[in-house]
C-alpha cells in the first residue's frame, strides 16, 4: 500500500511562492508517474502537472504554465511543487497522486490510483 503524504502549503500574498513535497512510502515510487492536483471550495479536483517516472517528461495545466515546476527526487521517494508568482485564483488544497502507468505523463484523475491527502494553499490579494 503506497502511502503519500504532502506538505509545505500555507498561507502567502499574491505574488509569493511556496514549494510543495509529497512524501512517498509503502511502495514502489521511482517507476511510476506522479502528478499533482487541486481542488477548490466548490469546484471539481482540477490536474495541475504531472511528470514522469524519470523526471524528464512534465506536463502542466495551462493555467500554472510558466509559474509551477514540478520536480522528483526518487531517491528521496518525494516529488516537488514549486510554485511562483501565486495568484489568489490558485488558492486550493493541493494533492499528490501516483499514476497506474510506468511511463508518459497524465492529467485525468482516473489516471491515479494512490492519494495524499492534500495541503491546503491559501493566496491573498
Known amino acids: 500500500q503506497v502511502h503519500l503524504v504532502e506538505s509545505g502549503g500555507g498561507l502567502v500574498q499574491a505574488g509569493g511562492s511556496l514549494r510543495l513535497s509529497c512524501a512517498a512510502s509503502g511502495g514502489t515510487f521511482g517507476r511510476y508517474g506522479m502528478g499533482w492536483f487541486r481542488q477548490a471550495p466548490g469546484k471539481e479536483r482540477e490536474f495541475v502537472a504531472a511528470?514522469?517516472?524519470?523526471?524528464?517528461?512534465?506536463r502542466y495545466a495551462t493555467s500554472v504554465k510558466g509559474r509551477f515546476t514540478i520536480s522528483r527526487d526518487n531517491a528521496k521517494s518525494t516529488v516537488y511543487l514549486q510554485m511562483n508568482s501565486l495568484k489568489p485564483e490558485d488558492t486550493a488544497v493541493y494533492s499528490c497522486?501516483?499514476?497506474?502507468?510506468?511511463?508518459?505523463?497524465?492529467?485525468?484523475?482516473?489516471?491515479?490510483?494512490?492519494w495524499g491527502q492534500g495541503t491546503q494553499v491559501t493566496v491573498s490579494s
Open positions: 497522486a501516483r499514476s497506474i502507468y510506468s511511463s508518459g505523463t497524465y492529467s485525468l484523475v482516473i489516471d491515479y490510483n494512490y
Open positions: 511528470i514522469s517516472w524519470t523526471g524528464d517528461i512534465t
